[in-house]
């Protein structure tokens, strides 16, 4: 392990909870913060009841506190991530009280999931600290960290938090530039947009176009990246690919008309009961649980998971 760190994470929701757990199960004292009381109080419990479900020794939820003033969690903390809702103004002001409060040798990390580093940082002092740690949910099962530095962080600071990262069992990945969606999400949803696309023109329905993910190129993407693939089949072949069905994939920058009406409408998914499919209680909680036993026996054995 890593020499014991005092770790501040800002925000003990449904990220900053899991990133707060594995730091302490790796033996780090962690200070939450969070406006909320009720989130605070519920903190230790859901850390709790992770450690439980996941088998693991209870007790590292103990090395974690929570506080509901900022300058009191972020004292004396060496790294600090912020784990608030993806709302740049939000974020801007948080960085601004952090470059304040927190120690002057401290990282201040965001964990957004798509906004550049640049636009949180932009006109606030000590830049060279600033870093994003995308983190992926749940953080205490998807082992990814995405780190992105921009021209101002010091390659010191992004080199000790991949550091960090990799000592409490994670696989942190540099991101060399600071653009929107970094690596994943942009992967992720230029996928999602052609999915969406399928659905708005008829082609097959959503529960075909998940079966079809699911069943055929999902089942390698544990083991097998794109571009591992493309070098598999060729880059022959897949030019040839390309040369075909490239045009006819969509490419509009703005976000679908189907998913617009689909929000105008109310139909907001699982939290409303309908999106692009239809979700009792029942299906939800079964979807839930299936994904937590996944990632749980990938966890625990990578090579037991079927590629197909």
Do not use: C
């Given at each position: 392990?890593?020499?014991?760190?005092?770790?501040?994470?800002?925000?003990?929701?449904?990220?900053?909870?899991?990133?707060?757990?594995?730091?302490?199960?790796?033996?780090?004292?962690?200070?939450?913060?969070?406006?909320?009381?009720?989130?605070?109080?519920?903190?230790?419990?859901?850390?709790?009841?992770?450690?439980?479900?996941?088998?693991?020794?209870?007790?590292?939820?103990?090395?974690?506190?929570?506080?509901?003033?900022?300058?009191?969690?972020?004292?004396?903390?060496s790294v600090i991530?912020?784990?608030?809702?993806?709302?740049?103004?939000?974020?801007?002001?948080?960085?601004?009280?952090?470059?304040?409060?927190?120690?002057?040798?401290?990282?201040?990390?965001?964990?957004?999931?798509v906004i550049p580093i640049g636009a949180i940082a932009e006109g606030l002092p000590t830049q060279e600290r600033i870093l994003g740690t995308h983190w992926w949910n749940p953080p205490f099962l998807v082992p990814l960290v995405e780190v992105v530095g921009t021209p101002s962080t010091s390659g010191d600071v992004v080199t000790s938090m991949i550091a960090l990262l990799e000592s409490v069992g994670k696989t942190p990945v540099h991101v060399k530039r600071d653009v929107a969606g970094f690596v994943g999400n942009r992967l992720q949803h230029a996928l999602w947009r052609e999915a969406i696309a399928i659905v708005a023109e008829g082609?097959?329905?959503?529960?075909?176009?998940?079966?079809?993910?699911k069943s055929s190129f999902g089942r390698r993407l544990a083991v097998l990246g794109p571009l591992e693939n493309a070098d598999l089949v060729g880059t022959d072949l897949t030019l040839d690919i390309h040369n075909v069905?490239?045009?006819?994939?969509?490419?509009?920058?703005?976000?679908?008309?189907?998913?617009?009406?689909?929000?105008?409408?109310?139909?907001?998914?699982?939290?409303?009961?309908?999106?692009?499919?239809?979700?009792?209680?029942?299906?939800e909680a079964e979807l839930r649980s299936r994904v937590f036993g996944h990632l749980k026996a990938m966890a625990v054995d990578p090579a037991s998971v079927e590629t197909g």
């Open positions: 392990m890593a020499e014991r760190a005092t770790i501040a994470i800002v925000g003990a929701g449904l990220m900053g909870h899991g990133i707060a757990q594995v730091f302490a199960v790796a033996g780090h004292d962690l200070r939450v913060y969070d406006a909320h009381e009720g989130a605070l109080r519920s903190l230790k419990a859901r850390i709790a009841r992770n450690l439980a479900d996941l088998g693991q020794p209870g007790g590292a939820e103990e090395r974690v506190s929570g506080y509901s003033d900022l300058g009191a969690a972020v004292a004396g903390a991530i912020e784990a608030a809702p993806e709302k740049l103004e939000l974020k801007r002001r948080l960085f601004a009280d952090l470059v304040r409060l927190a120690d002057p040798g401290a990282s201040i990390a965001s964990n957004t999931s082609i097959a329905d959503a529960e075909t176009v998940d079966t079809v993910v069905v490239l045009r006819e994939l969509e490419r509009s920058p703005e976000p679908s008309p189907y998913l617009r009406a689909l929000v105008a409408d109310g139909k907001l998914g699982m939290k409303s009961g309908t999106g692009f499919r239809s979700w009792t209680p029942e299906k």
